[in-house]
């Protein structure tokens, strides 16, 4: 029974994330009606997640108590055609956010630009190496857009967010202690690095003597206070170690509460609607204009939100299911490669070394989320390809994001899980030990992509998202290459006892591991590989913007927060000033 | 009784979640600050089951020259209090079937819920104990051969009738550390013994003036979200 319609809105956003607050904070002061619909709860820094119980591991990072349950929303799993995918009944590999914030309250705060060429992986490599060097099933692909339209709109972020780093390259000058593999940019970070402790002081130091180039990561933990351009003060980080999987009460990690809401709730033509699950962006008969999308409220009520523009800014997994149980767009077929909704879904393909030292004491409780010094030079562009046996890379780093005793105390190898010995080694290990990590990126390949699974549904009894993933060989490789080197850093610390946790196969959903799934409905010039333009407006349907990582056509080794915030950024942009004046595709077919 | 209980009530809700159509969203605990647990009885377990868990949580952490073991520290009592609570009953969970075993890169499939599971492995704990022990207990067998059967089940030498006893080991063990290592206010850690074990300061949410102080022992002594013991009897 088709729910009365409620007044059209100019804009209705799906979800209340990064994305969603930029794009609803752009139209609204543009003067568009903006409501936005949000699955999860309301959520703001004093009520939430103050000081007073902001820091418990237990509630946040081992219960997930900022992570959308299962009973509400999951995905099912398999690792490749032929298994018969299961749902995701307890989450593990990856942790998708709900509630206003979106995994912008949870996240780390490590916030990078992609490199130039990340932005033309394809047609990069093949100019640099020729055709040998792609192997036959990967579906990489250039973005359409490049690094320097791109550029203002990361700038935009940083200076929004208040990002604490160090330039590498400021208008195509190096810049001494910053990232020189970066790509040029316009002006420095708003405001300076973090300070380091100690384990990644020493990582730094033995990285650069073996000819590396160390900097600090930039960083949404603010080093100082800050005023961000639309007038809302940041607070400095108390480098307090509760930040990824936690809200922050000290108003100093960037996120939608910290950065927009103050500013957002103030505008009469802003609406928030929490609780709010959409079920299906409805459509005119003719299937190409979406009329507004059907929900389910917070008294579980079926509601029909009109609008003139539909904006679909949920995690990468919702964007992808609400297309297919929307109809929009044609569904991926991976037996021909034909479709493009769910096709290059990718992922990140992560290692570590942890190293223990008998008598260094690293106070490991010191931290945060974006707190550490990376090391940049393995990563994709300059690098001989055909000779190294695979394509992208990985950025090494010692990140010292807290170390919360319940999920992190590691032992030296050799010691048990429980009893007298390990009680011994973890009194000693604990506050002496120190880890490194290896980001690397994924590439898209025939065997990894999203639809619908034929069995399981939700509690509204919609299908839920099937995910079909494995690393590809190529990324193993990949990462087997910048775990040695990670390897070699930590040797060269000079550690009493190293445990190299090698990447290998197959992907399990089980251990954490990253949350940047990213892809299916990628972004592209070309109708036939991608679901959205370079503009990340819908082929199929003009009036709808499909935005987020799941815009990403393959994954680079970064953190995506910085890049996503530039898109939503750019995506605002092109609605107010060329569909706006103008409503139709902004591409033709 | 209890578990049949609890069984009944995770099918009944199972059966009401299949039922399609709008339904509101699953509740999330939002703002509410954690209810600090109160020491008293057991609220889950029956003495005879309790016993059997403190028994085996002071295996897993014995006490010795470094401080309390699991015991004395309340990991007991924080098991209790969590299987009650709505971590026990899957409350959050995706219970919807089909349950099918599928590749252990699927992850845990099972419809139990962890109160379920833990009192079924406790309960076949006992039953196997005293078959084999000539009618004694768990927690009334020597140390030495309580931490023989643990690491039997441990590394899956040792079956217990009608339950999956590795999985139960990797629940215990689990909840055991959780409760060792959680901030006071969930019923464990009792006077911060986890926290003053390995020297983690818990909730003192600033470290700013010591980020530069590289490799210097950290002053001040452990906090907790309700406090710290000294400041109230409840520590």
Redesign the interface.
Known sequence: MPAEPLPAADAVIIGFGWSGALIAEALSAAGLGVVVLE?????DTA??FP?????????YA????LVV????N?IT???RAG????????W?SFLPA??AGGGGVHWNGQTWRFRPSDFVLRSHLLDAHGHGVIPGDVTIQDWGVTYAELEPFYDRFEYLAGISGRAGNLRGRLQQGGNPFEGPRQRDYPTPPM????AP?RFADAARALGYHPFPQPSANLSEPYTNPLGVVIG?C?????CERFGC??YSKASPQTALMPVLRRRPNFALRT?A?V?EIARAPDGRHARGVRY?D?????RYQRAELVILAAYTFENVRLLLLSGIGQPYDPRDGSGVVGRNYAYQTTASVQLFFDD????P??GAGALGMVVDDLNADGRDHARLGFIGGAHLAAMQSG????LS?PTRPGTP????AW??A??RD??RNASLGASGSSVSHRGAWLDLDP???D???RRLLRMTFDFHANDLRMIQHATDRLAGIGRAMEPAAMVVNERRG?????PYQSTHNVGGAVMGPDPATSVVNPWLQSWDVANLFVVGASSFPQNPSYNPTGTVGALALRAANAILTRYLPSPGPLVSR | MRGRRAWLTSTALLAL?AC???????P????T??QAVLPGPYQFLTLAEAAALEAVVD????P?E?GPGGREAGCALFIDRQLAGP?GRS??????P?F?D????????SPLTPAVRLRAGLAALETYCRAAFVGRAFAALPPTVQ?RL?SEI?DGTLALAGVNARAWFDLV?QM???GF???P??GGNRQMA??R????????????D???R?????ALPPVG?GGRPGWHDAG
């Open positions: 699955r999860g709860p309301y959520r009520s939430d000081p007073g119980f902001a820091p418990d591991e237990l509630r081992v219960r997930h108590d349950p299962t009973a509400q999951t799993f398999r690792n298994q018969t995918a299961l749902p995701v009944r307890q593990g709900s509630g300070r380091m402790t100690l002081t400095p108390s480098y307090c170690g509760f009460g000290n609780g699950e079920l389910v917070a008294d579980g009520v079926e260094t004491r690293f106070n409780f010191i170390g919360r005793p319940i105390r899980r429980w009893g007298g009680k011994h973890v009194a604990y506050l069995t399981y549904r509690r509204h009894g197959p992907y399990s959903i089980v | 979640a399609a159509g709008p339904n509101p969203p699953v999330q605990a939002g703002s600050p954690p295996r897993l952490i014995p010795d470094l971590f409350e959050s969970l995706y219970l919807l089909p099918l599928g590749t252990p890169e699927q992850g845990p499939q931490d643990l441990e063990l055991t550390m959780e290592f959680a901030d206010i969930y986890g926290w074990l390995i020297g983690f300061p818990g909730a003192r949410y600033d470290y700013r010591w980020v530069e590289h490799g210097v022992a950290y979200i």
